[in-house]
């Protein structure tokens, strides 16, 4: 067996019987309460309500998940003791309100990024953890879900690229405002791009480069190409500096071509101090059509590898476990918390580039 498929292992396989672990999704502004549930059914959780106002996303989440109850109201949620953990995509500056809801229920809340808008809102949350001790878990989805994302943890960890001192991550998405709801547009409800997007970049910064915390050196913002809406970014940017000295970089942007094959070329390099890794999560451009790639470059050589279906995600286990036993191993909840408050800091004092 070579060093690549030790690496990739077998994939994760279900960490409980169906009824042992009970979740519930209320909201479904985002589609990425569908990831979020379709990973944890797969690792062995059922998925019994869901609930939102709007019809019509009840029929969508139907199709995908067809065994799910209706609920009439959220209190029939929050009220059902055989529910472990609720899941929200809601609108992203209501999502701590159904995760402190949640948790005076006695529940677990797992929420879509951003998970919060405000430093308020955050500190709610924390105060909530310490008074009812419930998880907060945040989808920090291209680092948790993505095949080469999980690879790249196994490379560092193996030493191949020695320490990690460095993150450069690259965010572009495509914004197709046709398929944007309004809220979308509204700074006071969706909390700007470093809060949502930029978040995805400094959870792989913390967790690559083995950091409990991390300053903002800089940020800035920008809205370069949709004057339309007033108030909205297009453009982000930071610069973060690790408590181990470790060093971050990330650009996030709305301004991703109509030629691109898909919604954004999203990269992310690792440097360490005896090679580096490059993630191509969603497209190689002009060859790979498919996406997790990663290139690997060590002291013994170079290597290209295509990853995507053969790694796995075991993020989804390995929450139900932490919340069944009340252990840390998907990720701990300062580790949540941090990647999220060093977003909201960045958000809060970026320099306004355009407007």
């Keep these: 067996m070579s060093w690549i498929d030790e690496l990739i292992g077998e994939k994760p396989v279900p960490v409980c019987e169906r009824g042992d672990f009970v979740i519930a999704a209320i ?9 979020m549930c379709a990973g944890l059914i797969e690792a062995g959780a059922e998925l019994k309500w869901v609930y939102d106002e709007d019809p019509e996303k009840i029929k969508g989440f139907q199709k995908r998940f067809p065994d799910v109850r209706i ?9 059902d003791e055989s529910v472990h953990l609720i899941a929200t995509a809601a609108i992203s500056s209501e999502r701590y309100k159904v995760g402190l809801k949640a948790m005076d229920y006695g529940k677990d809340f797992f929420t879509a990024k951003p998970a919060f808008t405000t430093l ?9 953890i310490k008074q009812t001790q419930k ?13 080469s994302h999980v690879f790249a943890e196994r490379v560092i960890n193996e030493g191949m690229i020695g320490r990690a001192v460095q993150v450069l991550g690259m965010g572009p ?33 913390l967790f690559y480069t083995n950091n409990i915390d991390a300053e903002v050196q800089d940020s800035k913002v920008a809205n370069y190409h949709s004057k339309q809406y ?8 930071a610069t973060l500096i690790g408590e181990n000295g470790a060093t971050n970089y990330f650009r996030v942007d709305w301004l991703s071509p109509d030629g691109l094959r898909t919604g954004g070329d999203t990269r992310t390099f690792i440097m360490g101090t005896e090679g580096y890794i490059e993630i191509r999560k969603n497209i190689d451009v002009g060859r790979e059509k498919e996406g997790n790639q990663l290139y690997l470059v060590t002291q013994k050589g170079e290597h290209h590898l295509s990853l995507k279906g053969k790694v ?13 036993n009340r ?7 300062e580790h949540a918390l941090k990647a999220t408050e060093l977003a909201l800091i960045a958000q809060k004092q970026a320099t306004i580039l355009e407007e």
Aim: hydrophobic share 30%.
């Design 230 to 237: 007033k108030g909205f970014e297009d453009f982000g940017d």
């Design 120 to 128: 308020e809102q955050l500190e709610l949350i924390r105060e909530k």
């Design 327 to 333: 252990t840390e191993n998907a990720m701990t909840q």
């Design 312 to 324: 796995g995600a075991p993020y989804y286990g390995e929450l139900i476990l932490d919340c069944l």
């Design 173 to 205: 998405h495509r914004l197709a405002p046709q398929n944007r709801p309004d809220w979308f547009f509204d700074p006071e409800r969706f909390g700007g791009i470093i809060c949502d997007i930029g978040s995805h970049q400094i959870d792989q910064f």
């Design 27 to 35: 909201g479904l502004e985002h589609g990425h309460i569908n990831g």
């Design 135 to 147: 998880k907060c878990a945040i989808y920090y989805s291209e680092r948790l879900k993505e095949d």
């Design 71 to 79: 609920a009439r109201t959220e209190q029939e949620v929050y009220e």
